[in-house]
């Protein structure tokens, strides 16, 4: 008995640890995802100004964000 109770407490703390580093991913993800969207913001607005660079810069932003969402 106390090797099924060992065993079990071992997968469900390996359980716990790969979801804590899960949620770590996502955040760090999450996190990423509004730097670029900040950078895409100052981006189109000098896009909209007529500044060229930022437009190329928007769209890579955009590329990376999508990239991003999809999973990295």
Do not use: W, Y
């Not at 090797?3 to 996502?26: C, F, N, P, W, Y």
């Amino acid at each position: 008995m106390k090797i099924v109770s060992k065993t079990a407490d071992v997968l469900t703390t390996s359980q716990s640890e790969a979801d804590e580093k899960r949620g770590r991913e996502m955040r760090k993800n999450e996190e990423k995802i509004g730097k670029l969207s900040r950078q895409l913001k100052k981006a189109q607005k000098r896009c909209a100004d007529g500044d060229r660079d930022g437009c190329k810069k928007a769209k890579n932003i955009r590329d990376e964000i999508e990239d991003e969402r999809r999973g990295g």
